[in-house]
């Protein structure tokens, strides 16, 4: 097994990211497509695997077309919900209607577009599964959801309908919420077999085939955990950020502060500089548990996918990601993008209550704060960006053991093959792209 390794380095990323930011400021967003393309070929071709890179083939001018029409369509939507809503609504159901064939034909395309070692990619699932995975089964389990839903407060209600069974209804009504939580937990898992299976056996390697075999089992299993794992985390950090709020902070005192600004509304902004620090505390506390509980089905999820996985029967797969690697890269990242947000919303502040509203020179450096603001917070994003895609495919192992270098030369072969017999059937000239 060899990993894949990213050779990307987040400066690099940056110049490229400030550019295609100033250019899709300066074009109206029309610059987006060529952008788009601009940081896919990055990625992609700082992607490798055995000494090979990926690369990603399509043209801003391939994309523009399609990204005309989304906007229009976007505006006409916008135009439409002013005018008339049920219009906007009629709308927005044909582009529910058209998104699984959107998302087919963006696969196909985007599949066809990425090559591994001169040996391109491509899509071969059909239409009809697209409408059942990405349109029927979803309206259907989210129909039941709220079947369910209704099912547990017409139980609840007639349980309790005199008022005099309290007790037995709030039974009830937690047997139901556990029973809608599994069903949640169930239902997505279920998507996920579904959607996963059915992009991973489409997918083609030139004329190799990608084949999996998972089950919906596994997957609830590692949501499950997932779920009671951010229980017990809730749990313990209620009680230690109790039992230290209890030290730290006067309730009455924030209690009688409350009191006072229900009747004077004037005194609240002074109660919010007291409130904001435990309120930011309780949330990044939640974040923290969320983030390592996601963490946790993320990387099992992925393992039993990648293990269960396999191209053409000669090449396997393996995850090595890890939940502990995978949460404390994404709370860094998380907390590295805030700071100069806060930092620079603090600053902005500051400016208004020196110069006050309206004043020039408190513009003129609030503009500069904003810069520097942008520049600061745009590294950090890049800086993030690279950081992640280096620990998901350095997570990604490939068995290059068994005659790996053979089998991507016969693909190679085989593609230049296929590409020629096409060429012939359709007399196709393809030009070098914008």
């Given at each position: 097994m060899q990993a894949l390794n990213f050779d990307g380095k987040s400066f690099e990323y940056f110049r490229i990211?400030?550019?295609?930011?100033?250019?899709?400021?300066?074009?109206?967003?029309?610059?987006?497509?060529?952008?788009?393309?601009?940081?896919?070929?990055?990625?992609?071709?700082?992607?490798?695997?055995?000494?090979?890179?990926?690369?990603y083939h399509a043209t801003g001018k391939q994309l523009f077309i399609g990204y005309l029409i989304a906007m229009g369509l976007f505006i006409l939507y916008t135009i439409l919900q002013q005018v008339s809503p049920i219009l906007g609504l009629i709308l927005f159901g044909a582009f529910l209607l058209a998104l699984p064939w959107i998302v087919w034909r963006s696969m196909i395309f985007g599949l066809r577009m990425t090559s591994f070692s001169n040996v391109r990619f491509g899509f071969v699932g059909k239409l009809g599964p697209a409408y059942l995975n990405y349109l029927v089964f979803p309206v259907g389990l989210y129909l039941a959801f709220f079947a369910l839903i209704g099912l547990a407060y017409l139980a609840v209600k007639s349980i309790n309908s005199t008022g005099d069974n309290i007790g037995p209804a709030i039974i009830v009504g937690v047997i139901m919420g556990i029973v809608v939580l599994v069903y949640s937990i169930w239902a997505i898992a279920y998507l996920k077999k579904r959607n996963t299976t059915y992009q991973l056996n489409g997918t083609r390697f030139g004329q190799?085939?990608?084949?999996?075999?998972?089950?919906?089992?596994?997957?609830?299993?590692?949501?499950?955990?997932?779920?009671?794992?951010?229980?017990i985390g809730l749990i313990l950090y209620s009680a230690v950020a109790g039992v230290a709020l209890s030290f730290f902070v006067d309730f009455e005192a924030i209690s009688s502060m409350g009191e006072a600004a229900t009747k004077n509304p004037e005194l609240i902004p002074m109660i919010l500089p007291v409130l904001m620090p435990i309120i930011l505390a309780l949330y990044l506390g939640l974040i923290f548990i969320f983030v390592l509980a996601g963490s946790y089905v993320i990387s099992r999820q992925r393992k039993y996918i990648y293990d269960n996985t396999q191209l053409d029967g000669k090449i396997s797969f393996a995850s090595t990601l890890k939940a502990r690697s995978l949460a404390w890269v994404s709370l860094t990242n998380l907390i590295a993008i805030i700071i100069p947000l806060i930092a620079a919303a603090t600053l902005f502040g500051v400016i208004q209550a020196i110069y006050g509203p309206g004043n020039f020179t408190g513009l003129l450096i609030s503009a500069g704060v904003g810069l520097v603001t942008v520049f600061v917070a745009g590294l950090v994003f890049c800086w993030a960006k690279v950081r992640m895609a280096r620990l998901m495919l350095t997570g990604t192992h490939v068995d290059t053991q068994i005659g790996?270098?053979?089998?991507?030369?016969?693909?190679?072969?085989?593609?230049?093959?296929?590409?020629?017999?096409?060429?012939?059937?359709?007399?196709?000239?393809?030009?070098?792209?914008?």
């Open positions: 990211w400030i550019v295609n930011i100033l250019l899709t400021i300066i074009t109206f967003g029309l610059y987006f497509p060529w952008a788009k393309v601009r940081t896919n070929r990055y990625f992609y071709a700082n992607t490798k695997l055995d000494g090979r890179n990926f690369e190799g085939i990608f084949q999996t075999d998972i089950r919906v089992g596994p997957l609830v299993k590692y949501a499950l955990l997932g779920l009671l794992f951010g229980i790996f270098d053979e089998y991507v030369t016969e693909k190679q072969s085989q593609e230049s093959s296929l590409g020629d017999q096409i060429g012939d059937a359709f007399n196709v000239d393809i030009g070098i792209g914008v």
